[in-house]
Nanobody
Framework: QVQLVESGGGLVQAGGSLRLSCAAS????????IGWFRQAPGKEREFVAG????????QYIDSVKGRFIISRDNAKNTVYLQMTTLKPEDTAVYYC????????????????WGQGTQVTVSS
């Protein structure tokens, strides 16, 4: 069992930065891949970034490459999403999710989900 809690969202101007955190409970956190997803009003949830259990592999959607960085600290049971050069189109509720071992871009493949944190980027 893994419980996930996101934090770090907020209101920021375009061009600004935020760092989201996904804090996990559970002894097996270090064996799970973590994905960040987002859902904007009226849109489907989309995969944003993922990191495998060992931090060996990361994956991003094209629209955030070069602006977002995903990382993890297994000693702290936390995954981070550093977001820079934010754009209004990044506005969404951001969720972290966990699944065993490898990254997946398909949300239903993830077993555990957090409650989400709102990110709003003003123009």
């Amino acid at each position: 069992q893994v419980q996930l809690v996101e934090s770090g969202g907020g209101l920021v101007q375009a061009g600004g930065s935020l760092r989201l955190s996904c804090a996990a409970s559970g002894r097996t956190f270090s064996t799970y891949a973590i994905g960040w997803f987002r859902q904007a009003p009226g849109k489907e949830r989309e995969f944003v970034a993922g990191i495998d259990w060992s931090s060996t592999r990361t994956q991003y959607i094209d629209s955030v490459k070069g602006r977002f960085i995903i990382s993890r600290d297994n000693a702290k049971n936390t995954v981070y999403l550093q977001m820079t050069t934010l754009k209004p189109e990044d506005t969404a509720v951001y969720y972290c999710a966990a699944r065993p071992s490898n990254i997946a871009t398909y949300g239903p493949y993830y077993t555990y989900w957090g409650q989400g944190t709102q990110v709003t980027v003003s123009s």
